[in-house]
């Protein structure tokens, strides 16, 4: 299943910073964008004292399609922001994990 493309323009979104997030994305790699969706959540760690953000992309198959494969690191736009990322091995479902530390995108 393919996502539909989607205008994803970083920090036109104002909300209340949250703990997850799930809708459309933008997968930036090497000057190249792909369209797709991520369900997100994100903590706080106080034993090292940074946000912790991770989740998956639903629609591997449109990045792997376009080359990107588990472990390339990326930047991962929503509607709320923007944050560089790694892409890493996929789940028993074929979507493909994807975290970070620090300010999340959403």
Same mark, same amino acid.
């Given at each position: 299943?393919s996502? +539909?493309? &989607?205008?994803? %323009?970083? *920090?036109?979104? +104002?909300?209340e910073?949250?703990?997850?997030?799930s809708?459309?994305?933008i &997968?930036?790699? +090497?000057g190249? +964008?792909?369209?797709?969706?991520?369900?997100?959540?994100g903590?706080?760690q106080?034993?090292? *004292?940074?946000?912790?953000?991770? *989740?998956?992309? #639903? #629609?591997?198959?449109?990045? %792997? *399609?376009?080359?990107?494969?588990?472990?390339?690191? /990326? /930047?991962?736009r %929503?509607?709320?922001?923007e944050?560089?990322a790694? !892409?890493? @091995?996929? @789940?028993?479902?074929?979507? !493909?994990?994807?975290g970070? !530390?620090g300010?999340?995108?959403?």
């Amino acid at each position: 299943m393919s996502a +539909e493309p &989607v205008a994803v %323009t970083p *920090g036109t979104s +104002e909300h209340e910073p949250e703990e997850s997030y799930s809708g459309p994305a933008i &997968v930036v790699h +090497e000057g190249g +964008e792909v369209a797709v969706r991520v369900v997100l959540r994100g903590l706080f760690q106080p034993l090292d *004292g940074r946000f912790h953000w991770y *989740g998956r992309v #639903d #629609d591997a198959g449109a990045l %792997t *399609g376009a080359g990107i494969r588990s472990g390339a690191e /990326v /930047v991962l736009r %929503t509607p709320h922001g923007e944050a560089p990322a790694r !892409l890493n @091995d996929p @789940d028993p479902w074929g979507r !493909l994990r994807v975290g970070a !530390l620090g300010a999340p995108p959403f």
